[in-house]
């Protein structure tokens, strides 16, 4: 047997601190506000029935743990039927929006903290690092190589490669001075800035990025994060809830939305948390998670029967025509939409098991 892409136990343990939290918080977002609008709750659910075991209980709810690990629910009493005083469909339609919203709310709200969080522990400071060399170039006689990170050019630091490209510009003709660090020395070389370089080659001749530096961590206290995490979780928010308007107009291609089952984000995450200890930094596993966060929020908010956004949507068309659908019929179709949905699910983790231990190269 090939071995897999990340060692299994990186990758339960992976899925088991990202998913594991993130689906306890949003079933408990739907909880809470279900409790707050008065709506009797009969079982929390971990993973989908059957019912492996009792877990105890918070009043009237069942706090279980189910056979099928791909996600949770919640339980609520008279779902359907608007004549149980105490259930779900009696309440008004307001109340219901806010209590099927609350799940993904809370997973945004989840993400957010989240990047506060990477902030106050600390980011790493950008970088530029020289990942590719033109053969017979002014890098390359002067002995850089892929891996290099440049510190200073001509006495002037840089961190990111706008300033690279900037200085470099500026110094077209000229002969710089770029001290670049290399297995942890930083030393000095000569380097000529080509004023008329050849095509698909930089004035140095060099392919560069802006990468973290782990060795250089920045932290930020509590009203600097709150800052920077917003501004990181409204640009992340804003990508990743404008992808369907993007799709359609061609700015991004539709493979983006490719859907992800429980075995290829388990590896991602193992591979993410492999990655933090190999650092020694939690910035990129707490990343993940927030961007997991976020995806799950979008992903509940798809207008697709058995989904929060499908039930949102019988929701809004309740609201708007001024009586509700058929609760059986309402029912039908997000009893079809769950087989649908669990159905993917089960193609996905076959599929994604056979892509793991598949022989590279093959």
């Known amino acids: 047997m090939s071995e897999p892409m990340i060692g299994v136990p990186w990758g339960i343990l992976g899925f088991l601190l990202v998913l594991g939290p993130l689906i306890f918080f949003h079933e408990l977002g739907h909880l809470l506000t279900a409790k707050l609008g008065g709506v009797a709750v009969e079982e929390f659910g971990f993973g989908f029935p059957p019912r492996l075991v009792t877990?105890?209980?918070?009043?009237?709810?069942?706090?279980?743990?189910?056979?099928?690990?791909?996600?949770?629910?919640?339980?609520?009493?008279?779902?359907?039927?608007?004549?149980?005083?105490?259930?779900?469909?009696?309440?008004?339609?307001?109340?219901?929006?806010?209590?099927?919203?609350?799940?993904?709310?809370?997973?945004?709200?989840?993400?957010?903290?989240?990047?506060?969080?990477?902030?106050?522990?600390?980011?790493?400071?950008?970088?530029?690092?020289?990942?590719?060399?033109?053969?017979?170039?002014?890098?390359?006689?002067?002995?850089?190589?892929?891996?290099?990170?440049?510190?200073?050019?001509?006495?002037?630091?840089?961190?990111?490669?706008?300033?690279?490209?900037?200085?470099?510009?500026?110094?077209?003709?000229?002969?710089?001075?770029?001290?670049?660090?290399?297995?942890?020395?930083?030393?000095?070389?000569?380097?000529?800035?080509?004023?008329?370089?050849?095509?698909?080659?930089?004035?140095?001749?060099?392919i560069i990025a802006t990468v973290p530096d782990y060795q250089r961590i920045q932290r930020f206290g509590v009203p600097g994060a709150i800052v920077r995490g917003t501004a990181m979780f409204a640009t992340l928010t804003g990508q990743l809830f404008s992808l369907p308007a993007r799709i359609v107009l061609g700015l991004v291609p539709p493979s983006v939305l490719q859907p992800a089952g429980p075995i290829r984000i388990g590896a991602e995450a193992g591979e993410a948390l492999q990655a933090s200890v190999e650092v020694g930094s939690p910035n990129v596993f707490l990343t993940f998670t927030a961007l997991i966060s976020l995806a799950l929020a979008f992903t509940n908010l798809l207008p697709i029967p058995a989904l929060d956004g499908g039930r949102i949507l019988f929701v809004l068309v309740e609201a708007v025509r001024g009586r509700r659908v058929d609760p059986q019929r309402e029912r039908i179709v997000h009893l079809i939409g769950f087989f649908l949905l669990i159905t993917l699910l089960v193609f996905l983790t076959v599929r994604e098991a056979g892509e793991l231990l598949r022989p590279a190269g093959s």
């Open 55 to 206: 877990l105890g209980r918070w009043g009237e709810t069942v706090l279980s743990l189910n056979a099928i690990p791909f996600g949770g629910f919640v339980r609520l009493r008279g779902e359907e039927d608007p004549e149980v005083p105490d259930g779900f469909a009696a309440r008004p339609w307001p109340w219901r929006l806010l209590i099927l919203a609350a799940g993904p709310l809370m997973n945004m709200l989840v993400a957010w903290g989240v990047l506060i969080l990477i902030f106050l522990l600390g980011v790493p400071a950008p970088r530029v690092q020289i990942q590719g060399v033109a053969s017979d170039s002014p890098a390359a006689r002067a002995g850089l190589r892929s891996g290099d990170l440049l510190i200073a050019m001509d006495g002037i630091p840089v961190s990111t490669t706008e300033e690279v490209r900037r200085l470099a510009q500026e110094r077209r003709g000229q002969t710089v001075i770029l001290r670049i660090r290399r297995d942890g020395v930083e030393r000095e070389v000569s380097v000529y800035v080509r004023p008329d370089p050849p095509p698909n080659q930089g004035a140095m001749g060099v």
